[in-house]
């Protein structure tokens, strides 16, 4: 009995230290999840270090001699640019601080720019939790008081007749603004926004500085309040019927015929321009086997459109034989055009045959699923795409019977063109007014896209090997590259019956493939846009809907040129039997990175590079346990193992609801160019519990071919 009890303590003991080191591991692998977490859920204190150079304190006037800079506060009723005898002119608000870099970017960008006469710049918010702290060297410890990042648009004529996009901070050659009549108002607003109206209606494009160069001010010591607050305001200059005599005058200078009309929610006024000769629009409806959806679809069209002037299309790729009886019956009730061309589903082909159908002056391509609830939709969308710099036109999708955001424009992210917004609450603004202001962007969805027939015609309309996704992408993409805008309408506003319950394209392995191929497709005749969209900047080019700050992957990063070799040579792998193959992969990218713009630093080209990204996770465990690597296998079986950077991955947490610590299942590797030999590896995931002996594989099922 005695020797039974003390092999029962001793058991009782070891299990108790097994447990407390296991605790104790368990805590040390948390707290480095969370570290991880906390530093890409503000990933804008990283680009503040990467991108800015600390700078000691404001420059002396004599070292910034080329400037004056005026207060847009003081701009009233007697100001005048005759006053000043500079070359430049800066225009910035007294209600923040300037950046010390802007007195050497500012002449430089119009000494390297000949061609353009204004230009502005990027800004962010600075948090005063006192008045002293505007007066305070806050040089060493500037980042932590530094929020929110407000990422300007290229030249975007469209966004500047909602409201002065150009922010706090803008700066004009002097002589070429000399003649340019002062409107005189007694408020500097209006003012400001006239002048800048009419400043930029000389045919010279402004430029804009991708640099932070102002610093608006924000009192409080609350971030998520401040940041709350800005996410949702409308309140720029601009914005309101204040200024619509100011826009319309505007409509009269540049020959335009047209009202502003106030939206009494939310007291927004969008400019309506007006068609005298109400040319045709021709409504392009692809369409199968959907019929019940199509009725709703063209009744609403004759519902709620005021529009005196369209015909409807409706291009049939192979519907059985008593729905084609049925839409023929349907006519009787709403006139349409009925074109059956039985085919494989492609998307792009029906829309360009129904186009070629067409009798209209401007097309509109629509889906059988969207149903029209304004009436004067049409009239405005027809009357933005009628402006010659104008490509494409989209509106605004709600989910029906909601405030769900479905569509608010295309953005071009790191992950691909996306959907910023999506299935949020249209009930509040974000973002600058992005879901409510007129807004130019890279591109708007086809779901409900209106341009002129001669532009769709001349640009070829929607390339044909495209069959399902980024059509409409690559159409938006070609049209900027002819300089011609993608305009969003964000006052015009549809139901799209696409289904919230639809299921995520993440989770569905076919979809996903189709997708990623497309979007290869996509980006090999678009290299210029990879991973770029000027229309919201790098900053804000994250897949996440929401405008927030991306984390920056250390191999965009300039510290690459000094990197190290990650790759280390590993033991082969087990037999595969003896494997718990537990873990869950979708590899997003794989490949050379044949689209990345060459980036320099002191003169030597960066690195070409092989990258490796998407999301893993092991199921029914905490995530925060297990590191992650990858293995590459060669041809005679010899392994490299290959240390993955975790990503903060919002969008998987959301369809992962169920598992633990599973924000940081991103991942994403790199390997620069010579750093294997040349050959095709398998690649596998390894994943090491922190708090055991255990490890998992798992096959990626892709190869990556080193050159």
Partial sequence: MGSNS?????????????????????????????????????????????????????????????????????????????????????????????????????????????????????????????????????????????????????????????????????????????????????????????????????????????????????????????????????????????????????????????????????????????????????????????????????????????????????????????????????????????????????????????????????????????????????????????????????AKLLYPDSTK??????????????????????????YYGRNRFVYDMIGVTAACLMMRRSYYLAIGGLFEGLAVAYNDVDLCFRLCSKGLYNVQRNDVVLYHHESLSRGDDLQDEAKLNRLLAEKDVLYKRHPKFYRQDPFIGTLLNSGEPEYSCRWLERYELFNIFDADDMLAESKKLPALGTMNQAIMITVEDCGKENFAKAVTKNGQKKKTYYLIKGWAYVPGVDNARYQFKILLVNSSGKVWELPVQRRYRKDVAAILPDETNVELTGFCSWIFEGALPSDTYELWMTAKDGCSRQRLYRSMEKTLTIE
């Fill in 6 to 394: 003390r092999s029962g303590g001793f058991v009782d003991m070891f299990g108790k230290i097994k447990d407390a080191i296991q605790g104790r591991l368990y805590k040390k692998c948390l707290d480095e999840y969370e570290r991880v977490l906390r530093c890409q859920t503000d990933p804008y204190l990283l680009w503040i270090k990467e991108n800015e150079q600390v700078y000691g304190g404001e420059e002396k006037e004599e070292q910034r001699p080329q400037f004056d800079i005026v207060y847009m506060e003081e701009c009233g009723s007697g100001f005048s640019l005759s006053g000043f005898q500079k070359e430049y002119i800066l225009f910035v608000s007294e209600e923040g601080r300037i950046a010390a870099d802007v007195y050497r970017e500012i002449p430089q960008y119009f000494e390297q720019h000949r061609d353009v006469n204004i230009v502005y710049a990027d800004e962010d918010t600075w948090m005063l939790e006192t008045q002293k702290e505007v007066d305070r060297d806050l040089v060493n410890d500037e980042s932590a008081h530094r929020i929110f990042p407000w990422t300007k648009p290229m030249w975007s004529p469209d966004t500047l007749f909602s409201f002065l996009y150009f922010g706090n901070i803008f700066a004009v050659r002097r002589e070429a603004y000399l003649e340019l009549k002062w409107l005189g108002d007694d408020d500097y607003r209006k003012n400001i926004y006239d002048f800048v109206l009419k400043a930029t209606e000389h045919g010279k494009r402004p430029g804009h500085i991708e640099k932070i160069l102002f610093h608006s001010y924000e009192k409080g010591d609350n971030r998520a309040e401040i940041e709350e607050r800005l996410m949702h305001r409308t309140d720029m200059i601009g914005v309101g019927k204040e200024y619509d005599f100011i826009r319309e005058s505007a409509f009269a200078r540049r020959g335009l015929t047209g009202k502003m009309v106030e939206d009494p929610r939310t007291g927004i006024s969008y400019p309506v321009y007006e068609l005298p000769n109400k040319p045709l629009v021709s409504i392009i409806i692809p369409s199968k086997d959907n019929p019940e959806v199509l009725r709703q679809c063209i009744r609403s069209v004759y519902a709620h459109t005021d529009y005196p002037n369209f015909e409807i299309i409706v291009v049939d790729n192979g519907s059985t034989a008593r729905v084609r009886v049925g839409l023929e019956n349907f006519r009787q009730e709403c006139p349409f055009t009925y074109l059956y061309l039985p085919m494989d589903f492609n998307f792009s082909s029906m829309c360009n045959a129904g186009v070629r159908e067409s009798r209209g002056e401007f097309v509109l391509l629509l889906n059988d699923d969207m149903e029209a609830v304004e009436d004067t939709w049409l009239t405005r969308l027809v009357g933005q795409a009628s402006l010659k710099h104008v490509g494409s036109v989209g």
């Fill in 405 to 430: 955001i479905q569509h608010a424009g295309i953005s071009n992210t790191i992950y691909g063109p996306g959907h910023k917004l999506k299935q949020l609450d249209d009930s509040v603004s974000y």
